[in-house]
């Protein structure tokens, strides 16, 4: 990648011009740019708006794709200090993070799996749709593995490193378990990273290059989950014996729909509701809607969950499913759009019953203008 005065360049190894990304105001931005606001990935180029500093522009770096030249947009709610694009993996497994001005650390894919579309452009919003997620607080730069999608973030008196960013950020759990922290104490202070290659990070501080070993069982699992090889993967666990491998095993399991490999490494990881939710799973029928929806709501994805079942048209399990999660609006909504479709279940009665068993565990009157005017019709039709 070449930054000069006139724009942004993006080359192949042979020397052939690959992207040269643009957006509105890239010119006059270009003097603006540095490290912390434009990083090249494996196959994404990310590049945060100056006239905007909540807005970071995503450019795909695939041949042929799209947003090469109409990218997509992530907004956050502070102002970006720092972003990141993963450098490893596949195609489908490809992260952003970002330090915003509050230093707290958050994490997203860099592709869009179930947002909309706005002004030609998609927008994602930190926790609009539970596509971005926090795994970090108290950061002042990051960086990703050059051969692994592992993170190392500094502190201000330690550093952290993530051996399951991606896929593990929607489980709150995962991250615990996959997270180490460490001192820096016998650094000194002012502590910066210089590179992250292989297993191998190296810090500066005060001018000297100290560097630090990563956890070489982690390493290697990592290479064996991208490669496919399960089976290797599950002997690296066994061998090392170690919680954060098992829950790393588990989360990149899951996503992949390795529902057996997966409940074995959640139950090591001693994550027993997890294991009673996988078991739950393949009960289901295999490849089914509901099976998919059930699994992209592990995952956290509940936008896509619901995406499925309303295409596959279970409007039913569509409005159980919103009820689960108590977003009762988006239930409210899911009943009356499809109320004509499903001639055998009165889907607005089923939510306002629901409403009423909720209501009455809470010992609390209706409070939501919404279900309000339900109740008033319910009234004037009873007299």
């Known amino acids: ?87 490893a993996g596949n195609s489908e497994d490809q992260f952003i993070a970002f330090i915003d001005n509050n230093r707290e650390l958050y994490i997203s894919e860099t592709r869009n799996l179930s947002g909309g579309s706005s002004n030609g452009s998609n927008d994602r919003l930190i926790n609009g749709n539970d596509e971005i997620h926090k795994i970090g607080t108290q950061l002042t730069a990051i960086k990703w593995a050059s051969e692994t999608n ?77 490669e496919g090889q399960w089976q290797q993967a599950l002997k690296i666990c066994r061998l090392a014996q170690h919680t954060s491998l098992w829950a790393t095993l588990a989360a990149v399991a899951t996503r992949k729909h390795q529902l057996q490999l997966s409940e074995e490494a959640y139950s090591a990881a ?37 995406t499925i079942l309303l295409h596959n048209r279970k409007f039913g399990q569509a409005v159980a499913l919103a009820l689960r999660m108590h977003n009762w609006k988006r239930a409210l909504e899911i009943a009356q759009k499809h109320q004509g479709d499903q001639l055998d279940v009165d889907l607005v009665q089923r939510v306002l019953q629901e409403r009423q068993r909720y209501l009455k565990a809470l010992q609390r009157d209706e409070w939501d203008a919404l279900y309000l005017s339900h109740a008033v019709k319910e009234e004037n039709s009873s007299d």
Not at 281 to 288: A, D, Q
């Open 1 to 87: 990648m070449v930054v000069d005065a006139s724009s942004i360049w993006v080359y192949t190894y042979t020397g052939r011009l690959h992207l040269n990304p643009r957006y509105p105001g890239s010119q006059a931005q270009l003097s603006l740019l540095n490290w912390r606001c434009i990083s090249l990935g494996l196959d994404v180029l990310a590049i945060r708006d100056n006239s905007e500093t909540s807005l970071l522009h995503l450019f795909d770096l695939i041949p042929g794709a799209s947003r090469q030249y109409e990218p997509q947009s992530l907004r956050a709610k502070q102002q970006l200090a720092e972003i990141a694009a993963c450098r």
């Open 270 to 306: 001693l994550q027993i509701d997890k294991v009673c939710y996988l078991q739950h799973l393949k009960t289901l029928s295999p490849s089914s809607a509901e099976q998919m929806a059930e699994n992209s709501l592990m995952l956290g994805r509940m936008l896509e969950a619901e």
């Open 150 to 226: 592992i993170l190392v973030g500094v502190h201000d008196s330690c550093y952290s490193i993530w051996y399951c960013p991606g896929e593990g950020a929607a489980d709150p759990t995962i991250i615990a378990l996959t997270t180490i922290t460490l001192d820096t104490a016998e650094f000194g202070k002012h502590v910066a990273i210089e590179s992250f290659e292989d297993a191998v990070i190296t810090f500066r501080c005060a001018g000297a290059l100290l560097p630090v070993n990563v956890n070489i069982y982690c390493e290697v699992l990592h290479r064996s989950l991208q």
